[in-house]
């Protein structure tokens, strides 16, 4: 695989990792160049993407995949500071345009915003993270892509020698929708979670309504910004 010296040296900007990662809510959790990562910004990330999850996985498992958040925490802050540096800075319009589309595949702002609120974010910092966003695709779009040159011998050669690192476990992909009931809820209550299960599945099944939107309209889980979707998950994850 060949690339370009510009997208090396990308990739080589400086990064500081402190070491172990700290309790301490305001501790650094690593640093990229002069930006800081506190471990707030991770824990709130890792809360987000594991969302109902996070109490029924194992320790070990929140371990790893707290390093790998933080692995890609960086790798975005890299790529924006990159982005930065070409003057890839998204203009009003265009991020009106995006954050139009955003809204309207949402039904409105409003929903949007009670989506990230579910999901302990705020519009505002949605916004911000979704500027950053839009000026790190221009910049690999526009940079960084472009450059990058793959022979078919190459591929096969990369293949070959690291067969292990392209295994896959067997995985699944699903949607749900969840009800969700307190545990010292009253029976009133638990009832008219039931009964609203099984009107949904009746929706479902006799009247083939779409799962997705049943499932933006009606899930207590964070997955419901996305019609329910679990993504892609393997044995003994869920």
Known sequence: MKLSRNFILTIALTITFISPISAFADEIV???????????????????????????????????????????????????????????IPSNEEFSKVYQSLTERMGSEESLSSSLKENGMTLSEFK???????????YLDKEVLPQIKVEETQLKEIYEQNKQAFVQPEQVRARHILIKVEENADEATKKAAKDKIEALHTKLTKDKADFAALATENSDCPSSARGGDLDFFGKNQM
């Open 30 to 88: 690593a640093k990229v160049n002069k930006t800081e990562l506190k471990n707030t910004d991770l824990e709130n990330e890792l809360s987000r993407q594991l969302g109902d999850q996070k109490a029924s996985v194992p320790q070990e498992q929140i371990e790893m995949f707290r390093t790998q958040v933080l692995d890609r925490m960086i790798e975005r802050e890299l790529l924006y500071q990159a982005a930065v540096e070409k003057k890839y």
């Open 128 to 138: 911000e993270g979704l500027k950053k966003d839009v000026a790190i695709r221009d």
